[in-house]
C-alpha cells in the first residue's frame, strides 16, 4: 500500500485494529473499492470521493455480486441435477446389464438341454 495514500492507512489501521488476516474476503473488496476509486477519476483529481459516490460504487458491486450468486446457485443447481441423472443411468445400465447376463445365462442353459 502507498504510504501517501489516506485510503489505504485508513484500511491498515481497520484491519490491524480487528485482527484482520491479509487474505480476508473483505480486504480484498476493499482493495476492490480502491481500484475503482483510483480508476474511476482522472489522475489528476485527489479528492476523496463524496459519499454518495462511494454508496453508488457499493450498490454497484452489491448488484453485480447478487447477479453473480443468482448464476452461481442456478449453476450449482444444474449440476447436482445432472449428477443425479447421471446415477439414475448407472443404476438403470446395471440392472439391465443383470437383466441380460440372466437371459443369456437361461439360454445357455436351455440350449444345453436341447441340444
Known amino acids: 500500500m502507498d504510504s501517501d495514500d489516506p485510503l489505504a ?3 491498515a489501521d481497520w484491519q490491524r485494529k ?3 488476516a491479509d487474505g480476508d474476503p473483505m480486504i480484498a473488496a476493499l482493495e476492490l473499492v480502491r481500484v475503482y476509486i483510483q ?3 482522472p489522475a489528476d483529481d485527489a479528492q476523496i470521493p463524496s459519499f454518495e459516490d462511494f454508496r453508488g460504487t457499493i450498490e454497484l458491486l452489491d448488484r453485480r455480486s447478487k ?5 452461481a446457485s442456478d449453476l450449482i443447481a444444474e449440476l447436482r ?3 443425479q441423472n447421471v446415477e439414475r443411468l448407472n443404476r438403470l ?3 439391465t446389464l443383470v437383466l441380460l447376463v440372466v437371459c443369456a445365462a437361461v439360454t445357455g442353459v436351455l440350449a444345453g438341454r436341447w441340444l
Not at 447477479?67 to 448464476?71: A, H, L, P, R, V
Open 18 to 20: 480487528h485482527r484482520i
Open 39 to 41: 480508476h474511476a477519476r
Open 93 to 95: 445400465r446395471v440392472a
Open 9 to 11: 492507512d485508513a484500511i
Open 81 to 83: 441435477r445432472f449428477g
Open 67 to 71: 447477479s453473480f450468486i443468482n448464476q
